[in-house]
């Protein structure tokens, strides 16, 4: 993809390293806190900026100036950041806490993020036409979502969800909209109602995702890799091993690699692209600022991490 639309959310990131989570009641002592921007749409506009694909973003952030650095960060990197709205509320924050294992564990506050209406979507729509790809996530409002995707199929561009935070009785008509769907296992149990634990329940609800009408269900499982399901069938790709740091963004980073590879046919190799960009980026802390360039993917080799 030559020139993708993010549709999304933008958040100043507060990290905090912690040797385990704690239980109710506990008291853990933090090893450390970052502030670093973040958001899933503006993490996977970064990426796909820094993968040197030509990047717009539509999304709104306080005026404060918590919302000028997540500006200026993508500005950073190449994308288009005219069309972020300055908003009357308070830009989007995450709080995140990282384990030693690299997991994490996110409490978001959208703030601006709600300020997304359709009103900044049809006085945008020269980024749609000019878009291969429009790329969107749920942590803005959904009506905006459902209303971006209608445009897409208006349009005839390639519609990619990250349906993160996963909520469930998406409304069905969503579903046949999308090209593309990214969830993780926890995603995905929640978007269909089923279990994830074990491979079996996964492939079967990545099938009831696929049945619901999203074309290509594209699961994303960490370091057991990725399944794709789609109407010739389901493959699997191996993810590369590493020692992870911490996993914030890594499945952004790895979306927007992706896209940045694909052609519209051909998911194996751009998968595979997407999961040595993932790889790199666990072995990072932060969420923008784990997010190697293009040139770092392409020399990326099993023995070089």
Do not use: W
């Not at 990197?77 to 997991?103: C, H, M, P, Y």
């Not at 692209?273 to 099993?302: D, L, N």
């Amino acid at each position: 993809m030559n020139h993708v639309l993010v549709i999304g959310s933008l958040n100043m990131d507060f990290d905090v390293y912690t040797s385990h989570r704690p239980e109710p009641g506990e008291t853990v002592m933090g090893k450390s806190m970052k502030m670093v921007p973040g958001g899933k749409g503006a993490n996977q506009a970064y990426a796909l900026a820094r993968m040197n694909v030509k990047t717009a973003m539509i999304g709104a952030v306080g005026d404060d100036p918590f919302g000028q650095m997540l500006i200026h960060n993508l500005q950073t990197a190449g994308v288009d950041t005219s069309s972020i709205r300055l908003s009357s509320q308070e830009t989007g924050k995450a709080f995140i806490e990282i384990d030693e294992q690299g997991q994490n564990y996110i409490t978001v506050i959208a703030g601006a993020n709600h300020d997304l209406d359709e009103t900044l979507l049809l006085d945008h729509l020269d980024l749609f036409e000019q878009a291969d790809a429009i790329v969107m996530q749920l942590e803005i409002p959904l009506p905006i979502v459902c209303q971006a995707a209608k445009l897409c199929r208006q349009k005839g561009k390639l519609l990619i969800l990250d349906p993160a935070p996963a909520v469930k009785d998406l409304p069905t008509d969503l579903f046949p909209l999308v090209d593309i769907a990214k969830p993780n296992e926890t995603e995905l149990s929640i978007l269909t109602g089923m279990p994830t634990n074990t491979r079996e329940e996964i492939v079967s609800a990545a099938k009831k995702l696929h049945a619901m009408g999203v074309k290509n269900v594209m699961v994303t499982l960490g370091g057991k890799g990725t399944l794709l399901v789609q109407d010739s069938g389901i493959r699997e790709f191996p993810a590369y091993p590493v020692k992870a740091v911490d996993t914030t963004a890594a499945g952004d980073c790895f979306l927007a690699s992706f896209l940045s590879q694909f052609d519209g046919q051909d998911f194996s190799a751009a998968i595979d692209f997407g999961a040595k960009a993932a790889a790199i980026a666990v072995t990072r802390p932060g969420a923008q600022s784990s997010i190697p360039s293009y040139e770092e993917v392409c020399r990326f080799s099993p023995q070089s991490r």
